[in-house]
């Protein structure tokens, strides 16, 4: 896994609620969507979100790191994370 930063003008509530200022667009995600964006703003890594999520949700780790792939891809298309 790539490590995943989002840039540092995204603003994010603790419900989930994602703002870009530089697009005006926002977005909401889920609770596991918002823990995760929560642990890219203390820079945690990608393995230790994959770790923390599996053990909170209870979740399959092969299908979540697929998951977190795909929720990756979407906050790169929307300009939240960095390049």
């Given amino acids: 896994m790539i490590i995943m930063k989002l840039k540092k003008n995204i603003a994010t509530s603790e ?3 994602i703002f870009n200022p530089a ?3 926002s977005f909401s995600a889920n609770a596991i969507g918002t823990d995760i964006i929560t642990m ?10 994959v770790d923390t999520i599996c ?5 399959d780790q092969s299908q979540f790191e697929k998951d977190l792939y795909d929720f990756e891809s979407q906050l790169k298309d ?6």
Avoid: A
């Fill in 78 to 83: 929307n300009g939240i994370l960095e390049s």
């Fill in 23 to 25: 697009t005006g667009d």
């Fill in 40 to 49: 890219l703003k203390e820079n945690n890594s990608p393995e230790i979100i």
């Fill in 15 to 17: 419900e989930g609620f």
């Fill in 55 to 59: 053990k909170k949700y209870d979740v």
